[in-house]
């Protein structure tokens, strides 16, 4: 188990890819789940525009996210529902960015696992959702797929 402020995957903090590496590599687990939830102060405050000190650099992963679904997002007028729509994205997302780990890839190559799934906890019915889940790396962009084919004799792939 691996906490952190809005439950991100950041690919150079080596806090969550040590967890994952050991997860998936030494204690060889078949699912990896990213849970969110609603309501999270961290979505919140990167949909401010308030500066908080050091943590606006975590939280500046979340206005990516943003971004990247600002159309879908600016079309909510309810700013509540924009924001709770904001926890599910970011949760999917960062499914995402595990499928594009070489860790998850590895276990994928090796072994057929783990199983990668998205949840949002709702805090007020105690329900989880799943909302998303990536099985073998279906559907991985070809960009973000690494190659584990057989290597020359001077390490380069084949
Ligand atoms: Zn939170």
């Given amino acids: 188990m691996h906490r952190n402020v809005a439950n991100l995957v950041v690919h150079t903090d ?9 997860a998936v590599e030494v204690l060889r687990v078949n699912h990896v789940i990213v849970c969110g939830h609603c309501g999270c102060s961290g979505d919140k405050n990167a949909m401010s525009n308030c500066d908080l000190g050091l943590i606006n650099k975590w939280l500046r992963n979340i206005k990516d996210v943003y971004r990247l679904f600002h159309r879908e997002l ?3 007028a309810d700013l509540t529902l924009r924001f709770e729509r904001l926890v599910e994205l970011n949760v999917c997302e960062q ?11 590895g276990g994928w190559n090796k072994r057929q696992a783990p199983t990668l799934h998205g949840w949002v906890y709702n ?12 099985e073998l790396g279906a559907d ?5 797929r690494f ?3 057989p290597k020359d004799d001077q390490g380069r792939r084949a």
């Fill in 147 to 149: 190659d584990f084919g």
């Fill in 74 to 76: 600016t079309s909510i």
């Fill in 140 to 144: 991985l962009d070809p960009i973000d």
């Fill in 95 to 105: 499914v995402q960015n595990l499928a594009q780990t070489s860790i998850v890839q």
């Fill in 14 to 22: 080596f806090s969550i890819l040590s967890v994952l590496q050991y």
């Fill in 123 to 134: 805090l007020r019915t105690g329900y989880l959702e799943e909302l998303a889940r990536i």
